[in-house]
């Protein structure tokens, strides 16, 4: 019997992604069970916060901590925008948006990559074709605003995710302004330099926190930029589940880059046995690629983000392990 | 249990057919492919390794890995097939995954013109660059569209004949030519002599461990 005929979930998710093959109904909604309760509490407490700090432009001990649980979907767009700075930035140039759109022409060769990757942009998610004109404004918006960064492929994903959250275009161009010059500078730039550098950085996280899995790895062959550049340049956006990712998200907006690098962490620890596990370097990329970015570890959104934060993790550490990288990159 | 000395190279070893009657030389090969964006690559790859095609494939970001394998005569060759992603500033890491590389396909589109130069550039590079005897194919994909197309067949043949590439035209959406590459690379790389180890290897620590193949051949 098909899966999805005996479970009450549909296979499209509440994002309009389609749920993959393997999806595993079962797992689930026993997951479900629980976190729709967590979800519906959460939200009330939230509805408090927001009457008592409306603007929220402090993040303190305790919003940190209610943002590391959740921000609930209707409230994201607008959490966003406050935590990160992005609605600051936009007040101090309301009519950039738009003077960008503005434009009389638009370079041809931005132009065109943009235009190439509409399509395979999201080709699964039945809501997205009515959203292709929109990403195309803000992904031609943004790379005549930053002609360093131009279209960088993986931009498409952040932006047409932060675009079926907010369902607005101008959020979508703040906050993907804020990722790519703020949380992770220089990742989406022609050179990607600080990109090389962080993964350089991320394989030494892995030597120090995980020696025998960096061995294995290292042992099959499969370098780091395979398994990981995606995670760093997209921040998981079309790696991992939706709701994972936006959770990630919540804390990435709140807390920065730091949490890019506990994500990444998090996935080696949770799926440590796993990874030991694989014998040659095919079944190794094909677990990074395909498995673990979809099984019922990372799908448990709530327990990812927990994993993802007992992990010790200090600023200074990668800020000493990047000045080291520059000189020695991936 | 068949193995295969994994030496960054190729080597030879023997591979017990599953009736036992006769044995089978076998060789891995590290392959890379390149080119412009969206001329194709993954489509192929995919096509070879999945029989697959998908009409909106995603963008490669970063590179990625798979393998195939196929017999030629009686020699199972393993591809370890490294899919790089085609934008321009994504250039920087290309030289990670065709260092030690002992094959490139390098892939145009041949409704593009500017695909068709930067495989050119690609070539240049590999000549330069990578392993002297790197077996180097050149790939005109999207060939299912033949009727609107500006780089020639002519024009692309003479071009892989002057600098002694392989040249195909393929499709990814029909299948046309895609296993035939891929087949033709196999047989233009030595098989026997484990001669062809020039050019290191990409694993970090290059050591060498045996492990089991596939045996394809029945």
Redesign the interface.
Known sequence: MDATTSSKFSDVDEYGFKRGQNFDYNNYSKFMDGYLKTLTRRRMKWEAILQQNPDLSQVDAKLKRYIRKGIPGPYRPDVWMKISGAAAEQKRAPNLYRSLLNTETFDKEISD?IS??L???F?DNIHFDTKKQRLYNILIAYAHHNRDVGY???L?YIAGLLLIVTEDEEKSFWLLKHIVENIVPQY?????ANL?RDLAVFRELVIRRFPAVNRHV??L???Y??I???WF??IFA?VLPVETVLRIWDCVFAEGYKIVFRAALAMFVTHKTSILAC????AL?THF?DIMIQDSIVTDCHGFIESMFALRLKRSELESLRKVAVLNPA | MATTPRSGGAGSGTAQRPNGTSQNKSCQFKLVLLGESAVGKSSLVLRFVKGQFHEYQESTIGAAFLTQTICIEDTVVKFEIWDTAGQERYHSLAPMYYRGAQAAIVVYDIQNQDSFQRAKTWVKELHKQASPNIVIALAGNKADLSNIRVVEFDEAKQYAEENGLLFMETSAKTGMNVNDIFLAIAKKLPKNDGANNQGGSIRPNGNETNRPTNNCCK
Do not use: F
């Open positions: 990559s190439i990757d399509p395979r942009t080709p960088c492929q993986g498409n989406h730039s022609h050179n990607m090389l290292d042992n062959g499969l370098p930029p395979v990981a550049s995606k340049i997209c079309e014998d040659d370097i095919a990329a690629r």
